[in-house]
């Protein structure tokens, strides 16, 4: 782990932040919100516990890694550092002050989000997704509580504690990796080497947990939705629900089966402009097909 930590010289991490109030938890520990003393500016602060599992301490790694590699992307939490403190490693990164879209359905009067934001929160984690898929890398866990939105609206898709490197050895892409609601067919069933395509997927869910406040089959256990999945017709916004062309698109998301990659154009913000109007998936991120 040492190789990936970045130490300002010899100054403890307490001497640099200063750790405020728990804002979440997650596998391995906890995010707080936290001050960096000297410029007093607001961070998010990861906290790990590296006393545990040597496959666990490999994905703290591997998340570590990406966070650095993923600096300057657009769309994505900004990462500012990582420091040893004893057994545990603070990851410091940009806090995002409202929350994650699922902390703002919750907030909602009905549990869901109004189409019109969700337009807006659609479009900039197609930004996102598109760098990451130029990498390429696979998000694997996306979902409403992966993606936080800043106190000026700034979109941010975050925890990539299970994402893979496509330049990786496919057996870290054949696992089962993910939150089941969410998975695409070809994680559930562990279809070797899945792709970036299921992301498309699990983007469509997302779309469909913001419209109807929560994704599909959220009344069944786990396992029972992941034998389900590969099995059953994909999901679709009812009729009445949505409008016409943000159910095309979440159509366009759930295809049974990936088809080829469509060619990224020039600009990764080209994602940006997703044509609600024919429904159809910026041309620079992976389509399914049926």
Same mark, same amino acid.
């Given at each position: 782990?040492?190789?990936?930590?970045?130490?300002?010289?010899?100054?403890?991490?307490?001497?640099?932040?200063?750790?405020?109030?728990?804002?979440?938890?997650?596998?391995?520990?906890?995010?707080?919100?936290?001050i960096h003393i000297?410029?007093?500016?607001?961070?998010?602060?990861? !906290?790990?516990?590296?006393?545990?599992?040597?496959?666990?301490?490999?994905? !703290?790694?591997?998340?570590?890694?990406?966070?650095?590699?993923?600096?300057?992307?657009?769309?994505?939490?900004?990462?500012?550092?990582?420091?040893?403190?004893?057994?545990?490693?603070?990851?410091?990164?940009?806090?995002?002050?409202?929350?994650?879209?699922?902390?703002?359905?919750?907030?909602?009067?009905?549990?869901?989000?109004?189409?019109r934001y969700v337009?807006?929160?659609?479009?900039?984690?197609?930004?996102?997704?598109?760098?990451?898929?130029?990498?390429?890398? !696979?998000?694997?866990?996306?979902?409403?509580?992966?993606?936080?939105?800043?106190?000026?609206?700034?979109?941010?898709?975050?925890?990539?504690?299970?994402?893979?490197?496509?330049?990786?050895?496919s057996s870290k892409?054949?696992?089962?990796?993910?939150?089941?609601?969410?998975?695409?067919?070809?994680?559930?069933?562990?279809?070797?080497?899945?792709?970036?395509?299921?992301?498309?997927?699990?983007?469509? !869910?997302?779309?469909?947990?913001?419209?109807?406040?929560?994704?599909?089959?959220?009344?069944?256990?786990?396992?029972?939705?992941?034998?389900?999945?590969?099995?059953?017709?994909?999901?679709?916004?009812?009729?009445?629900?949505?409008?016409?062309?943000?159910?095309?698109?979440?159509?366009?998301?759930?295809?049974?089966?990936?088809?080829?990659?469509?060619?990224?154009?020039?600009?990764?913000?080209?994602?940006?402009?997703?044509?609600?109007?024919?429904?159809?998936?910026?041309?620079?991120?992976?389509?399914?097909?049926?």
């Amino acid at each position: 782990m040492a190789q990936l930590v970045q130490q300002h010289g010899n100054v403890s991490v307490h001497q640099l932040y200063r750790r405020l109030e728990t804002v979440g938890k997650g596998a391995y520990g906890s995010v707080h919100k936290g001050i960096h003393i000297p410029t007093g500016s607001v961070v998010a602060l990861k !906290i790990i516990n590296l006393d545990t599992a040597d496959d666990d301490v490999e994905d !703290i790694q591997r998340e570590v890694a990406l966070l650095a590699q993923l600096r300057d992307a657009p769309n994505v939490t900004k990462y500012f550092g990582c420091y040893m403190d004893g057994p545990r490693v603070w990851i410091v990164m940009e806090f995002a002050q409202g929350g994650s879209v699922l902390s703002l359905m919750k907030a909602s009067r009905d549990g869901c989000i109004e189409e019109r934001y969700v337009s807006v929160i659609l479009r900039e984690v197609l930004v996102g997704l598109s760098y990451l898929h130029r990498v390429p890398v !696979i998000h694997r866990d996306m979902k409403a509580a992966n993606v936080l939105v800043t106190s000026v609206g700034k979109v941010m898709i975050c925890d990539f504690g299970v994402s893979a490197l496509l330049a990786t050895t496919s057996s870290k892409r054949n696992t089962l990796t993910g939150t089941p609601y969410w998975m695409a067919p070809e994680v559930v069933q562990t279809v070797p080497a899945y792709d970036t395509k299921a992301d498309i997927w699990s983007l469509g !869910i997302m779309v469909y947990e913001m419209i109807k406040g929560s994704p599909p089959h959220a009344n069944l256990d786990k396992f029972k939705v992941m034998d389900l999945i590969p099995r059953a017709k994909p999901p679709r916004i009812p009729e009445g629900e949505g409008s016409k062309d943000m159910r095309d698109f979440v159509a366009l998301c759930l295809k049974e089966l990936p088809s080829e990659v469509i060619h990224a154009p020039s600009s990764p913000r080209q994602a940006a402009y997703v044509h609600f109007s024919s429904a159809f998936l910026p041309t620079n991120l992976p389509r399914r097909s049926g």
